[in-house]
């Protein structure tokens, strides 16, 4: 069974930073891409970043300040996410796959706030 | 960045209805959409991939069609647990990005 399970949210104060992390289980995790996706409350989900092969792609609104990457022998992905802001805040999912995402974590929140 | 312009924002339907949501692109997108229904506090649930494959367990009732610009998503005949949002997005180039949503209410 296919399970993504996400981490590391919670409550940070503008301009500070925080380490997601999605442990991945149940599929040959090094054969796949992995994307993040955000929504904010009350709005539509925003494709944030994607891992493919050695590739890296980032939403504009968060370039240059969240970093993807991935430990193939721990099964997991992480997005380093620094120099955050009010607009950052949201649920965090990880996705199987660069794209037609057929599983979900359960995402994990962030707040920006003072 | 490509848009994607859903229509309508809101829908009110009854059990057996046939509904049509449709989604537009501000440029051709081959076939590369996707459909997700979510429902309150859950993850996006895939319906649809390719613009017409229907994802393995959806009901068939969903039904995807279009290519280029314009796309449609099609419940057959509503049933109470498709009372959801509703989101197409593309997946032709980065940043891939979703329509705003078609929230889908009961009448």
């Known amino acids: 069974e296919v399970q993504l399970l996400e981490s590391g949210g919670g409550l940070v104060q503008p301009g500070g930073s925080l380490r997601l992390s999605c442990a991945a289980s149940?599929?040959?995790?090094?054969?796949?891409?992995m994307t993040w996706v955000r929504q904010a409350p009350g709005t539509g989900p925003e494709w944030v970043s994607v891992?493919?092969?050695?590739?890296?792609y980032y939403a504009d609104s968060v370039k240059g300040r969240f970093t993807i990457s991935r430990d193939n022998s721990k099964n997991t992905v992480y997005l380093q996410m620094n120099s955050l802001r009010a607009e950052d805040t949201a649920v965090y999912y990880c996705?199987?796959?660069?794209?037609?995402?057929?599983?979900w974590g359960q995402g994990t929140l962030v707040t920006v706030s003072s | 960045a490509i848009q994607m312009t859903q229509s309508p924002s809101s829908l009110s339907a009854s059990v057996g209805d046939r509904v049509i949501i449709t989604c537009r692109a501000s440029?051709?997108?081959?076939?590369?959409l996707g459909w997700y229904q979510q429902k309150p506090g859950k993850a996006p649930k895939l319906l649809i991939y390719?613009?017409?494959n229907l994802q393995s367990g959806v009901p068939s009732r969903f039904s995807g069609s279009g290519s280029g610009t314009d796309f449609t998503l099609t419940i057959s005949s509503l049933q109470p647990e498709d009372f959801a949002t509703y989101y197409c997005?593309?997946?032709?180039?980065?940043?891939?990005?979703f329509g705003q949503g078609t929230k889908l209410e009961i009448k």
């Open positions: 996705a199987k796959g660069s794209h037609s995402w057929d599983y």
């Open positions: 149940g599929f040959t995790f090094n054969s796949y891409a």
């Open positions: 891992i493919s092969g050695g590739n890296t």
């Open positions: 440029q051709g997108i081959r076939n590369d």
């Open positions: 390719a613009a017409s």
């Open positions: 997005v593309q997946d032709y180039n980065y940043p891939y990005t």
